[in-house]
């Protein structure tokens, strides 16, 4: 025997209800047409009344609000020459800047901020002969370099500034990894 319903009725059911019980309707073995997140149902269409009846006491799904778009911060202007676009990504805003150095400076004041203490740790990690940073502009490389070569970050400490952009992003990921971020997913660099 078949259980009829308005289509109109059941279109105007899942449209109004879709909040309470969650986002998604299947045919389920059981109890028949039912809506939830699959694979748990919780509601399951009447036929007889054209409404949803609970299936597990009151629980009520409640969709989850759209993530709120991320902070969109340019910091273009703050290049001394802009070369190359590059992005840098966090878990609340998206940072564009006009450099790899500027994307590598911006990106250690970032790391320190959200883990103090980073810049400290960094500073062990030696590639021949330069630091990826020191305390002091003289305590970077062992050779002496100009100042152009290097820049203050605004919790004191030096970055060297001579670097290609692969070189900038090796350091951002290495700082990133000892602050205890996943590269790529809480800090991801394009």
């Known amino acids: 025997m078949a259980v009829i319903a308005r289509s109109e009725a059941l279109a ?3 449209r109004t209800d879709a909040r309470t019980f969650g986002p998604q309707v299947w045919l ?3 109890h028949g047409l039912v809506a939830g997140v699959f694979p748990s149902p919780m ?3 009447d036929f007889a009344s054209e409404k949803t009846v609970a299936l597990f006491g009151e629980t009520r799904y409640t969709m989850p609000s759209p993530a709120a778009p991320k902070r969109q911060v340019s910091l273009l202007h703050e290049a001394k020459r802009v070369g190359q676009i590059c992005e840098i990504e966090t878990a609340d805003a998206i940072y564009r800047l006009g450099s790899a150095t500027q994307m590598l400076i911006h990106g250690l004041d ?10 400290e740790k960094l500073s062990t990690r030696k590639k021949q002969s ?3 940073v020191a305390k002091t502009r003289a305590a970077l490389y062992d050779i002496e370099h100009p100042e152009s070569h290097s820049a203050q970050l605004k919790c004191g400490w030096y970055v060297g500034t001579n670097n290609k952009a692969s070189e900038a ?3 951002l990921r290495q700082a990133a990894e000892l602050a205890g971020l996943v590269w790529g997913k809480d800090f991801t660099v394009r």
Not at 110 to 119: D, K, N, S, V
């Open 169 to 171: 992003r090796g350091v």
């Open 12 to 14: 105007s059911v899942f």
């Open 43 to 45: 509601v399951k269409f």
């Open 130 to 132: 330069k630091r990826p």
């Open 28 to 30: 389920d073995q059981e």
């Open 110 to 119: 970032l790391i320190e901020e959200a883990r103090p203490g980073t810049m």
